[in-house]
């Protein structure tokens, strides 16, 4: 048995609502999860399911109301700020949208340059280290003088990887980071995760709601409804043949891209939606 | 990404002058020209009230007899007023203490605004609520009354007056400061910045501060103008410090001397309005160069339209199966060398859609593929004749039911749009109006379109409602947009689409909004729908597997060309475009899923293979 590298037991997350007295929102109802070094975890579920509040949770940007998440044994959901400071080196994070998770004013190598200010690594070393990580993600070094605007969605989420390498982390949580992507773009930055990887052994928590993304990157999959794990387990037996009812409407619901096969699919899906409503009706009368 | 064009060249010259705003503010300040003339006004204002005792030899406040209302002359430039005091040397000292006074009232604002807009804005939760309701109280004070209290508890000074006024007007400030960061407080870039560690105290100073300087400083000299005004007007009123001279003290005086000698009202005036009006051109001058980014790009009029060259190429087309050929009807649409362009600000235009041929017939689902800029949105609008601001249609043609489209004046346009041509958007949320029932903004197309009476109308939209399926038709028709989801909305908007029964739909990207089971769902309301009113669709869309379910016909843009057309199952079996084809590659369906991690090999386990690879040799 390999150690486990983050550990998450009955996470709930309270959203405090506006106004007085009013019941706060439940994101998490009770998640459990774990993770191991090396390893990429997919996150599927569609919006409003709480996969990317678990992400936050992770990262110390939502407020964990119970639970434990253990990273290398230490609790980690209430840190203070100087102890996630200690952390961030280990937990570091790649977000969907590559139009606003760089900060329009400042240029490439300014963003880059940033989380290693804060290790007190010296300039010139931080700009040697911001060439080395502009290689590694695939960008040419004159990108480090220019701005995030003169970059394409791909280019941008290239240097959010880049970013997110600098500190050499242990776990990167990756939110939906493929889905704004053109298909072409989307398949050259899975590929570039996965041999970032391979390469560097850092494990990864992949939020996406799109099952074939996740199939292809990751190791284990978690599938996420209305704030609780509904399925979890290797990934290609919850992505191939789900259990569970809801993870079985979210197979058959994405369209194949193929016209004979996605005819078949849709047959399948009419049929399961048919069956499951029988059995919802059997049990209501039950 | 279906956002206006990404076009090459404005991006890049908004990229060159966001750069140059950040090497200098002050430089293109000089190029605007009521920015120069303000800033050299201010610059003299300031140099003469810095010299003030250099240019003139005068004490401002010794009075003589002698000269009591003296006219111009050499000893007294500008005269002498009610006292006998040299008007210019009061000027010019005067103008020290109005700006000094105006300098506390700033430094005051300031601070107090910035600081707790920041902390507010940022940090949020009590302080937010605190200071929000400590800003409206503050700005519910009548202000002047105050000052006159103040005065009278405090006593007659100047700069104690200021500094309350300072306070008063500080939420002018605040406000802003806190409206900007409470925007930014959310932005991924800062969340970022969290995740790496860096301080709040840090993510303020680099992160947020860069986004609030601009409209502080623009906020600055408008607040600096209103002191100045706010602080003549207590001086006027005989309320100031009478041993410090001052452009409201001298107003005074020369108001009640206004029928002997009424050059004395005219100097401190002349200061008072030239100040304030350059402190104001200032701010709007900075106020445009700061925000020219945003668009005061100029467009040259339509008269002046360049040619467009459309190159052809070849087009891998092929033939209809006999699927197709069986399922299809009538010719709905025919698009010939279609062309899309767009006018630059140097007179010339970018196309974005070269030589777009496609037809689609009655009954047929024609699906329009292709990345992010590869012209298929623009192909769609240019159908409807609903494409951006600054693009037409610059060649080719586009029948429907005999009429050319691409020729067809704005009156013809309307009475097509929504009757025979329809429209679903990609965004159901923002294509409802949010301050209207869902009810009234499907009633009223119908009515002018159908021209139903209220109650036929209303009977009709209940019926598409329940139709489209949404389960509980009633209680949605009398609901607003927001309280319902993003499918159910994407459901209203296909209600609307086809309530007056079109040929032609347009539907641009309908469903990538949409979760998964949500789209599966609306994919089979589109489908049903479509064979029941037997519409032509055009199905714009980046998705294979949407265009795998949905569609009879593809065409493969790239680049604002069609590179492929055909089929679907002939297509998706044998695509023989390179382009198409490496498309199909990056598709991920059918990869193999990664095996579960293996524990990492322990020495031993390597000791082992390596042992078996030897003895196998």
Redesign the interface.
């Known amino acids: 048995?390999?150690d486990v590298l983050l550990d998450i037991t009955n996470v709930v997350v309270d959203y405090p609502i506006k106004g007085f007295r009013k019941e706060p929102f439940r994101a998490l109802k009770g998640v459990s999860l774990d993770i191991?070094?090396?390893?990429?975890v997919g996150l599927v579920g569609?919006?409003g399911s709480g996969k990317t509040t678990l992400g936050r949770a992770v990262?110390?940007?939502a407020p964990v109301t119970s639970g434990s998440i253990l990273y290398r044994g230490k609790d980690i959901a209430h840190l203070s700020?100087g102890e996630?400071?200690?952390?961030?080196?280990e937990?570091?994070?790649v977000?969907?949208?590559p139009y606003?998770?760089?900060?329009?004013?400042?240029t490439i190598e300014q963003i880059l340059v940033?989380?290693l200010t804060?290790r007190k690594v010296s300039q010139r070393d931080a700009s040697k280290r911001v060439r080395d990580l502009l290689d590694q993600v695939g960008l040419p070094t004159s990108a480090a003088d220019?701005?995030p605007?003169?970059f394409s969605?791909g280019q941008r989420q290239r240097i959010?990887i880049a970013?997110a390498l600098?500190?050499e982390p242990r776990l990167i949580v990756c939110d939906e980071p493929v889905s704004a992507l053109?298909?072409?773009?989307?398949?050259r930055v899975?590929e570039l995760f996965k041999e970032i990887q391979e390469r560097t052994g850092v494990a990864y928590l992949f939020v996406s709601?799109?099952?074939?993304?996740v199939?292809?990157?990751?190791?284990?999959v978690a599938v996420m409804y209305h704030g609780e794990i509904v399925e979890w387990g290797?990934?290609?037996q919850v992505?191939?043949r789900p259990e569970h009812p809801y993870t079985q409407?979210?197979f058959?619901?994405?369209?194949?891209?193929?016209?004979?096969?996605?005819e078949q699919r849709?047959a399948d899906?009419q049929r399961l939606l048919a069956v499951q409503a029988e059995q919802n009706l059997q049990a209501g009368v039950l | 990404m279906t956002q206006a064009m990404p076009l090459q060249g404005p991006t890049l010259t908004v990229a060159e002058e966001e750069r140059s705003a950040r090497i200098s503010l002050f430089r293109r300040l000089l190029k605007n020209p009521s920015g120069l003339v303000a800033m050299i006004f201010l610059a003299l204002i300031v140099l003469s009230a810095i010299l003030a005792g250099v240019i003139t030899s005068a004490d401002p406040n010794a009075a003589s007899l002698q000269d009591v209302l003296a006219h111009a002359s050499a000893a007294h430039p500008l005269g002498a007023d009610s006292a006998g005091r040299d008007v210019l040397a009061r000027l010019l000292y005067g103008s020290r203490f109005s700006l000094a006074g105006a300098l506390v009232t700033l430094v005051v604002a300031a601070v107090i605004g910035v600081t707790s807009g920041l902390i507010a804005g940022y940090f949020g939760r009590w302080f937010d609520s605190v200071s929000s309701w400590v800003a409206g109280l503050v700005m519910a004070l009548p202000g002047f009354v105050v000052l006159l209290a103040a005065r009278a508890v405090l006593g007659p000074s100047m700069w104690l007056a200021m500094g309350i006024f300072g306070v008063l007007i500080s939420p002018a400030f605040f406000r802003l400061v806190y409206a900007s960061v409470s925007a930014v407080r959310n932005e991924l870039y800062v969340d970022a910045a969290r995740v790496s560690g860096l301080s709040d105290a840090r993510i303020i100073a680099r992160h947020i501060f860069t986004v609030v300087r601009a409209p502080i400083i623009i906020q600055a000299a408008m607040i600096t103008g209103i002191a100045i005004a706010i602080q003549a007007g207590l001086e006027f009123l005989g309320l100031g410090d009478t041993n410090v001279p001052s452009w409201g003290s001298m107003l005074n005086d020369g108001f009640a001397n206004i029928y002997k000698n009424p050059t004395l009202l005219l100097w401190p005036a002349l200061a008072i309005a030239l100040t304030s009006v350059a402190l104001t051109l200032l701010a709007n001058a900075m106020r445009d160069e700061l925000e020219r980014s945003s668009g005061s790009k100029k467009r040259r009029g339509a008269t002046k339209r360049a040619q467009v060259l459309v190159e052809h190429e070849l087009v891998v087309s092929h033939p209809d199966d006999a699927r197709t050929e069986a399922a299809l009807g009538e010719e709905l649409l025919r698009i010939t060398d279609l062309a899309v362009g767009y006018d630059q600000a140097d007179g010339s235009v970018t196309t974005v859609v070269n030589d777009v041929s496609l037809v689609v017939r009655r009954g047929e689902v024609h699906g329009l593929i292709g990345e992010s800029g590869s012209g298929k949105t623009q192909t769609a609008w240019s159908i409807l004749r609903l494409l951006p601001d600054g693009g037409r249609v610059v060649g080719g043609s586009i029948f429907f039911e005999g009429k050319d489209l691409a020729k067809a004046s704005e009156k013809e346009m309307t009475a097509l749009r929504g009757k025979k041509i329809a429209y679903i958007p990609q965004e159901p949320m923002s294509n409802l109006d949010a301050s209207f029932t869902i009810g009234s903004q499907l009633v009223e197309p119908m009515r002018v379109c159908l021209g139903l009476s209220k109650k036929e109308a209303t009977a009709r939209a209940l019926q598409l409602l329940a139709r489209v399926g949404i389960p509980n038709p009633e209680r949605t028709f009398t609901a607003y947009p927001h309280e319902v989801s993003g499918g159910m909305a994407q459901r209203v908007l296909i209600a609307g689409a086809v309530s007056c029964n079109p040929d032609l739909l347009i539907a641009d990207e309908p469903t990538t909004a949409l979760d998964v089971t949500v789209q599966a769902e609306v994919l089979d309301l589109l489908r049903e729908l479509q064979s029941e009113l037997t519409m032509g669709v055009v199905l714009v869309t980046h998705n294979f597997g949407v265009v795998a379910d949905l569609c009879d016909r593809v065409s493969v843009m790239r680049n604002g060309r069609i590179v492929e057309t055909g089929p679907v199952r002939t297509i998706f079996a044998q695509p023989e475009h390179p382009y198409t084809q490496s498309l199909f590659e990056a598709i991920l369906e059918d990869g193999d899923a990664r095996e579960p991690l293996q524990d990492t090999p322990s020495v031993e386990t390597i000791v082992l293979e390596t042992i078996g690879k030897g003895a196998s040799k």
Do not use: C, K, W, Y
Request: proline residues 7%; aromatic residues 2%.
């Open positions: 048995m390999t191991r070094p090396g390893e990429t569609e919006s990262l110390g940007l700020r996630r400071l200690a952390l961030s080196s937990i570091q994070v977000f969907q949208d606003t998770s760089l900060n329009p004013s400042l940033e989380p804060v220019r701005l605007r003169e969605g959010a970013r600098a500190l053109d298909l072409s773009t989307q398949a899975l709601h799109d099952l074939a993304v199939r292809s990157l990751s190791h284990r290797d990934a290609d992505t191939a409407r979210l058959l619901a994405a369209p194949v891209p193929d016209p004979v096969r996605q849709r899906r």
